[in-house]
């Protein structure tokens, strides 16, 4: 699994992003996949988490705002970031897991197998 993270920018708040992340290899429907974000000085925190054929899971500072959808056609997983925040300001990684852990692991960075390299998302205020 070779993870390509992309689609990340500079936007000011309230603006919208959509972040993409595929694979050349293996097909990503059979994975959990999940986003991560990292800013300046601070530790890697989970954002968003997809179980396949199950309920997404989300960190309470961007429910009802980011959305995490698969294309199983071009095998990618997509986050939609809508009303962005300067707070959102971060590093965003996606993540494989190997089939469907129980959902109070999908928070674990040491869940996950494989890792993107990383897309930038700038929010100015």
């Known amino acids: 699994v070779q993870l390509q993270a992309s689609g990340g920018g500079l936007v000011q708040a309230g603006d919208s992003l959509r972040l993409s992340c595929a694979d050349s290899g293996r097909t990503l429907n059979t994975y959990t996949m999940a986003w991560f974000r990292q800013a300046p000085g601070k530790e890697r925190e989970f954002v968003a988490a997809?179980?396949?054929?199950?309920?997404?899971t989300y960190l309470q500072a961007v429910k009802g705002r980011f959305t995490v959808s698969r294309d199983n056609a071009k095998n990618t997983v997509n986050l939609q970031m809508n009303s962005l925040k300067p707070e959102d300001t971060a590093v965003y990684y996606c993540?494989?897991?190997?089939?469907?852990?129980?959902?109070?692991?999908?928070?674990?960075?040491?869940?996950?197998?494989?890792w993107g390299q990383g897309t930038q998302v700038t929010v100015s205020s």
């Open positions: 997809s179980r396949p054929g199950r309920d997404t």
């Open positions: 993540a494989a897991a190997r089939g469907s852990p129980i959902s109070s692991s999908l928070r674990m960075k040491n869940l996950y197998d494989y």
